[in-house]
C-alpha cells in the first residue's frame, strides 16, 4: 500500500514535470514538495497520536471504579487535529501549529490570583528528515514512535492530575 505522503510527493513531482515541459518552471523544486511532505506527516503523525490517545484514555476510564478519576477529552474548535486531555481541573493539550513541530502542555489552575493558569509541564516534537527524505519524529534529540510519546505523556498527565486533585 502507498502512503499518503508518497501519493502527495509523486503527485507533487508529476505537476512540477508538466510545468517544466510547458516552459512554466526551470527544475524540480524539491524543497516545495519537501515541505509539502512535513504537512502531510505532521496531520498524519497528530492524527495517530489522537486516536492512540483517545482509545488509550477509554481503555483507563473503563478500568477506573471513581468517575471523577477518569479522562475527559476534546478538539480545539479551530484546528481539529489539536485535542487536549482533561482530569481534575489539569489539562493537556497537544496541538501543531506548523508543519514538523508538535507542543505539548499541561496546565493547572493556578493558586495565584494574578494568572489563571500555570504550567506543569511542557514539550516539543520535531521533524526531520532522515534518509531518502523519510520523516523522523524527534524528543530531545532522540528519535521516538508514537507510543513511546504516548505512553510517556500520558503517564506525567496521570501523575500531575492525581497529585493535584489531592491539594483541595
Keep these: 500500500m502507498i502512503s499518503d505522503s508518497s501519493i502527495k510527493w ?4 508529476a505537476e512540477q514535470d508538466g510545468l517544466i515541459l510547458a516552459g512554466k518552471l526551470p527544475n524540480l523544486d524539491i524543497s ?5 511532505v512535513l504537512a502531510i506527516s505532521t496531520t498524519l503523525f497528530m492524527r495517530e497520536v489522537k486516536t492512540q490517545w483517545l482509545s488509550l484514555s477509554k481503555l483507563f476510564n473503563s478500568r477506573m471504579k471513581e468517575p471523577s478519576l477518569c479522562i475527559s477529552w476534546g478538539e480545539m474548535a479551530d484546528r481539529p487535529d489539536n485535542f487536549f486531555l482533561e482530569r481534575n481541573s489539569v489539562r493537556l493539550v497537544i496541538s501543531s501549529s506548523r508543519s514538523g513541530t508538535i507542543q505539548i502542555k499541561c496546565e493547572k489552575p493556578s493558586l495565584d ?7 506543569v509541564f511542557s514539550g516539543v516534537l520535531e521533524a526531520r528528515f532522515s534518509s531518502f527524505d523519510e520523516v523522523t519524529w524527534y524528543f530531545l534529540e532522540k528519535p521516538i514512535t508514537v507510543d513511546q510519546f504516548s505512553r510517556y505523556y500520558l503517564t506525567e498527565f496521570l501523575q ?3 497529585a493535584f486533585d489531592r491539594l483541595f
Design 10 to 13: 509523486i503527485e507533487n513531482l
Design 32 to 36: 516545495r514538495t519537501r515541505e509539502e
Design 113 to 119: 490570583t494574578s494568572s489563571r493558569t500555570s504550567t
Design 160 to 162: 500531575s492530575s492525581r
